[in-house]
Structure formats: structure tokens, C-alpha cells
């Protein structure tokens, strides 16, 4: 039987998939425009994931885990800083010195943020969170993405 993940697999996938593209970014030679279209396509995914957590998964860490108001304003704080990096490198051509400097910030931001929640906030939603609950959020966020992205 293939088991679909629940919600915080889904995020977890998100995680993977924002971590390659950084890695893809930060292997491109400085001032190679795919760094440019790497970095739109990271500001999709991380836009896309971060409104999905704020939406679907903060608001049940805030309600059902202890001190989980504390861990979703750590996670809305790095929100909000990874959205500044990202918009400022969108407004740079990839050989522009701010470029390196921005997507340094950026990676240790990123990584830090996607380590404090895989090991602190997933585990306590885990635990405070029926699996069948995570499961059906999972099943709501995979249509409502795939709602999104059907074609007009």
C-alpha cells in the first residue's frame, strides 16, 4: 500500500526541495544568470511553503502545543527575514557584489530555520497532533496546491 505523507512530510519535502535549489545556487559560478532563475524558482517554492505553514500548520502548534506560540513566532520571525533576503536578491543581476553577500545571509538563515524546525516544531506538532489529523491536512494541502497549479 503507498501511504501518502501528512502534513509534515509534505513540509519536509518542501524543505528538501528548498535546500537543493540553495545548494544549485551556491555551486553556479557568481554572476551565471541561472542563479538568477534559481533564485525565482527558490522564492516560488519558499513563498508557496511559508503561507502554507502560516495557514495550515501555525495556527494548530499555537493552539495545541505547549509554548507553541513561542516556536510559530520563532518560525514567522525567519519567515519574515527570509522574504527580505529573497526580495532583495530578486531586485539583483547575479553578478552584482551585493548578490554573494545577500545569498550568504540567506543559506544561514535558511538552514538554521529549516533545522529548528525539523528537530523542535515538527517533532510537537507530531506529538500533539493525531496522525489522522496530520494526515487529512496533508490530503487538504496536496489538493489545494494541485488546484492551484492546474492549468486555467
Excluded: W
Excluded at 14 to 22: G, I, M, S, T, Y
Amino acid at each position: 500500500m503507498n501511504r501518502r505523507p501528512d502534513i509534515l512530510g509534505e513540509f519536509t519535502a518542501d524543505h528538501r526541495a528548498a535546500v537543493e535549489l540553495l545548494d544549485r545556487i551556491e555551486a553556479a559560478p557568481s554572476g551565471d544568470p541561472e542563479r538568477g532563475e534559481l533564485v525565482s524558482r527558490l522564492t516560488d517554492l519558499l513563498f508557496t511553503h511559508c503561507a502554507d505553514e502560516e495557514e495550515h500548520l501555525f495556527p494548530l502548534v499555537q493552539h495545541d502545543v505547549p509554548d507553541g506560540g513561542a516556536l510559530v513566532f520563532d518560525s514567522i520571525h525567519d519567515h519574515l527575514a527570509i522574504g527580505q533576503y529573497l526580495s532583495d536578491l530578486q531586485g539583483l543581476a547575479p553578478g552584482d557584489p551585493a548578490f554573494d553577500t545577500l545569498l550568504g545571509g540567506l543559506a544561514e538563515t535558511l538552514r538554521r530555520h529549516l533545522r529548528g524546525e525539523e528537530r523542535q516544531l515538527f517533532p510537537a506538532a507530531r506529538k500533539a497532533l493525531p496522525a489522522a489529523a496530520r494526515a487529512a491536512l496533508g490530503e487538504r494541502l496536496r489538493a489545494e496546491r494541485a488546484e492551484f497549479d492546474a492549468p486555467d
